[in-house]
């Protein structure tokens, strides 16, 4: 028989434990196979929803009960004969198609030798059952001896990985809730993970874990709502909140931290009492936590590294178990206390800092809105800006104590260190903070090496130096200062001019603060500004000084980050399919300040970068936006395409906006983001296909389903070929496009000048050219495809 590498798993089975959150976790780390549970198997066959396992002929062992439940088993057949099959057909063509990307074929039918199976929900009772009332089935002890000693090691070590999610289903009793995963070793496939978890926002899910460049991927090969979730089953969700969130934090001179995170927990329906005494928390693995208690009373806390788990749900963070005594009443709220310590800040050299677990340095239950009250103590020669308005900052010997509270509920909190210099401007109801570094990085700051500098005109070429060097011969010369009251006026002119577009904001305290690197990030009342913003164009490395480098640091990246305060912060995804739609918008927003600012051409100009981006090829020669639809999020990173999730998520989410735009009117599109900041907390994709129908003129696709079944939903950039005559008082011609699926099909904006007039028409595409006529008293001057206006290309 085949054995199965380590791939990955976790699972097992409610029922009731009067025992510690730790000796469950110690019975789990030591599951093992039970050799008197061996069954040779003919035809047993199971469904989990559309997921569908065929175990035709081979051994069947079971872990022997943890709690009185079947947590695992391991499926093997025989060197000389034995079969069995896996059956998942994705229901959408685009799921499909990304099942076909990575494995040749838009259906998984793979027949396998070997799968070690994890379940929490029940399926080893069921299928004991199953065998035990067929009296054909017979045990196999011995060949149960044999199959223990090479699957033991590996069954425990995939229960390991996924050893936090096991223990919470074992302790909150909800099998309805439970997972069921398998390992499999395929003929073809070789091996890969199968996952059905009702608790996700997709519940199937098939892919595998892949080694690229010395980093791990999960590369998911398709991921749906199951079938009973797209007939209208209740999705499941965080059946607990945590609000009115109070962090005491203290830095050490070496800025290590420890804080106290207090917060009110509250469950929000229903569950199982021992559901109500174990509740899941998030934390960066940057931190430990070294005490809790509820309602004052001590918790346990149960916290185990679950690597596979993470891959694979792609977080950033971890997960922790509280556990209380007993059940904790659901019709009131409770008191959490959590104590943890770590480094969560580093040091970027020359007395410049950040905090490297910017949205996961305290303990969160989710993404909920949440009230915050923090309290800093830290080295009084330094500067804590964060989330919040200032209620109090003082010096107390040689600490400095801030702290700053919510007005209203945000996503999160977050802060920045530094020593910092400021400039405070009141301006229309805002207090603006702007911080800005003292010196410089050192990876900004260093001096060259004794060799001749690179020519500044000339792109920096990887093996030559760091690109911050060479640069400048005069690193100490270099300073943010200069630059920060303009870029303090263009903070405010952002604030001005979206305020005006789309309403106040709720946050009225703005910090701005530098960070290290070539990005930035947007979190309530808090942006984190790349120090590259800091710094003059002339000073910028030379690899950072290219047009489309100026316009990013120079014009975008700050009116970016600041339309986070609506677009993420105001208006929240309603999932991580929706990621897109926050990010697409701010950036758009960005956009319209530049087109304010430097008209359209220079508008033009970023979006033309952004095509050539998305049409940039891939190792597999594939393009990058092919790499999967917009609405497929964190997916879209994979061994594939490492940059995809932020060419596709940045750069194609903005031409999806701006196509709208131009159907709609900018009337009309400015009314539609009022609409939205007004009456919107979260906003779906769907809510916002149906928003644009809403606002849409009179068309030939009203409701913008084609426009949403392709550029959202679908792949494609088409080259377009326009062909045209104009006769009898009519422009007919006709329109075909190339390089994109027959199934590709949207309206295209072709442009007509005739008659001193310029008119822009969207006319239809498809897999066969496409006619079109329209009445024209004169003849045309210009008949052009509008390639500004869409994401096309023209075709020669």
Known sequence: MRVLPALLLLATVPCGFAFSAADVGKQVEHISLDAAECYRVLDLNFTK???????????????????????????????????????????????????????????LEEHFKAAALIFTDGTGEQLLAQLQSNPAVKKSPDMGGLITGNWNSVLANLVASFETRVVYDILSNRPSAGLFYMAVSGNKLDNFDVLYDPTSQDQIQAGKLVDRASRMYFDTWTSFQARSFRNGAKLHVPYATLDDIRIEASLAPDLSMQAITRGTLTFHDDEPLHSRSVIPFNLTPDMQITAASIDGRPAEVFDRESMRSDLISNREDRQFLLISESPLDASIPHEVEIHHAGAVIRNAGNDVYYVGSRGTWYPRTGSDLARYDLTFRYPKTLTVAATGKLLDDRTDGDWRVTRLKTDTPVRFAGFNLGNFQSVVIERNGYTINLYSNRSLESALSRKPAPQPLIDPLSPFHPGQRNPADGFAQRAEALDPAPRVENLTKEVVDTLDFMTEEFGPTPIRNLAITPIPGGFGQGFPGLVYLSTLAYLDPAQRPP???????????????????????WWGNMVVPASYHDDWLIESLANYSALLLLERKKGSKAVDAVLDNYRNHLLSKTDSGASLESAGPIVWGYRLESSLAPDAWRTVTYEKGTWIIHMLRRRLGDEKFLAMLRDICSHYHSISTDQFRELARKYAPASADPDFKVFFDNWVYGTGIPAVKLSYSWRAMKLSGTLSQRDVDDSFSAFVPVDVQAGGKSILYWLATGSDPASFSIPLKSPPSKVTLATADCLMTTAK
């Open 49 to 107: 929803e559309d997921l569908k396992i065929y175990l035709a002929s081979g051994y069947l062992i079971f872990a022997k009960p943890i709690g009185g439940a079947r947590l695992g088993a391991i499926f093997v057949t025989t060197a000389e004969a034995g079969d069995a099959e896996l059956l998942l057909l994705p229901p959408t063509r685009s799921e499909r198609s990304s099942l076909a990307r990575f494995t040749k074929a838009p259906t």
């Open 543 to 565: 690899r950072f000084r290219e047009r489309a480098d100026e316009t990013f640091f120079s014009d975008l990246l700050q009116a970016h980050e600041v339309a986070h305060q």
